[in-house]
């Protein structure tokens, strides 16, 4: 059956949200993403109207004059320029998300799904602190609106020392509000710190495999999230009553190309090495990961509640395990 999810993209300006919504059905497509291969998730951007007609309403017709087009022009502006909007109001797109392969039961006896993803500038959810920026009231009440509806919210941080920020207390009062909300569909929170391919631009030929570790990102987002003032606000969203889960995870709308002088690796260039992630088998394997990374896990787990092996539950973040030399590096 199809089921409907609402997901919100809420964080700080410049965080990321934008890029990362624009490298998203290529991450999909790509399986550049820490789900296993053999999930074989697919993501098409699809029309609203497509999104908002019940599937008995859709002629053949309408499945070859789809208009995505406001998500390909997302898409190429993110691919000419690096840069994907800069805005003051908040976008609504929309995508069809099917599991074709291995997954739990619950996951494939549900689906496809149609996705609404909205996009919000950080000017409205999470504006710099004393920072006053003239939003109009009815985009502050729109976002609000979407906000109420959403089954989830996807809050994107950029990978920086969390106590410089101008955004946490922003930060900490939309938590605040979306807890004492009456009525919320709220099921999932997943923050994810973006930009995550600069932690390893010294690391030379050695950077894809750092990055490929899932421990690795384990390990930068327990500090990440050490100076965090809102994090107990998330934990107590999980409380009994409370009803949401919440993940942790990293991603880099870039990923690891030469073209956004990011490290040092094209794996479609000569003379390039491939790189591969120890402990996932099959061709498949080969080539992920280097354009872009980890971008489709928020809105998969925002969309289906299905961990991938970077997404991070709070239990994980506190169990204490022994950490590896090979981290000193990125102290
Ligand atoms: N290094 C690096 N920079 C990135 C990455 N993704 C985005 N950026 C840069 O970060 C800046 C902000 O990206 P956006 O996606 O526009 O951020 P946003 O959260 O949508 O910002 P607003 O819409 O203004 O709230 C841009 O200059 C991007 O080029 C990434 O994966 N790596
Ligand atoms: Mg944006």
New binding site residues.
Partial sequence: MTEKVAICLV??????????LASLTDCVAQSAFGYSPRLRPSLQAISQAEFAAEPADLKRADLFSIDEGDYERLKHDFAEG??????LNTYEYYFRLSVNGEAPPEVVTRGPWLLEVV?S???IAVPPDGGAVAILNDVKAKLARQLLESEALVI?LPLVRLEDSAWTGALSRLIDRMALTKGRKLKRVVVVF??Y??LFTRLGPSAFTYACDPAIALHVLRKSLRAAPWLDRLRALEQPGGGVSVRYTVC???GFTKR?Q?PNMDPHQPGERRFRRAGIEGHRAYSEYWRPFLTAEPILYAALGLDSAFTFSHAQLDARTEEKSAFSILA
Avoid at 11 to 20: A, F, R, V, W, Y
């Fill in positions: 964080g700080p300006k410049k965080g990321g949200k934008s890029s990362l690096g840069v994907a909007t800069d805005t996009d500038a950080g000017e994107v973006s930009q391919e600069r880099s709308a870039y956004f990011n």
